[in-house]
């Protein structure tokens, strides 16, 4: 394989909005993803943390893409300062916890909320978080319904996750990545 001359790299910063109720693991798996580490502690986001990666993709390697995370507060009283956040949103991760059927049955109303003010078509994935709990018994979303919600969100694809165990993070972020040069590329 030749070398690529640095002419022909192309950058792109993109960015991924990662929403879902407090308590779902939002920010342990941007935590996952950007630095490799999980915390058992966290405190509360509020408003928003914001982390950055860039992003190595084999199917394009001359592509250099960063990535803006936008990890949101779920809390309901937080809902007010959410807005502006999503502005200029790439592709979202909706994210609930597999122990807490609440946060499943609030997804809906998350999507309404981002495409108040990104509309629709913006590339999407659903996660199921804390898988590792789940397979302990606690689950009160199976995969299935996963699947439906996935289907009647229009997200891509829908993943069960565990930021503690660091199943299936890295993958997620990837995927949605090339579905958002995808989309914004026409590749």
């Known amino acids: 394989m030749g070398k690529i001359s640095e002419k022909s790299i192309r950058s792109f910063i993109y960015k991924v909005c990662v929403v879902g109720d407090g308590g779902v693991g939002k920010t342990s798996m941007v935590l996952r993803y950007c630095e490799n580490t999980f915390k058992d502690n966290y405190i509360m986001t509020i408003g928003s ?42 592709g979202i991760i909706y994210t609930f916890d597999l122990t807490r059927r609440s946060s499943f049955q609030n997804i809906l109303e998350w999507k309404e909320e981002v495409e108040k003010v990104i509309g629709n078509g913006k590339p999407s994935i659903l996660v199921g978080n804390k898988i590792d709990l789940a397979e302990k018994g606690n689950r009160e979303v199976g995969e299935t319904d996963g699947e439906s919600l996935k289907d009647e969100i229009n997200a891509i ?22 579905a958002i040069l995808k989309n914004t590329q026409k590749l």
């Not at 390697?61 to 309901?76: E, H, M, R, S, T």
């Not at 694809?157 to 090339?178: M, Q």
């Open 49 to 90: 943390n914001f982390s950055t990666k860039q992003v190595e993709l084999e199917e394009y390697p001359n592509y250099l893409v960063k990535l803006q995370l936008w990890d949101l507060a779920g809390q309901k009283h937080f809902s007010f300062v959410r807005p502006p956040f999503y502005r200029g949103g790439s």
């Open 157 to 178: 694809s829908y993943h069960e996750a565990s930021a503690r165990e660091n199943i299936n993070v890295e993958s997620i972020f990837e995927e949605l990545t090339l």
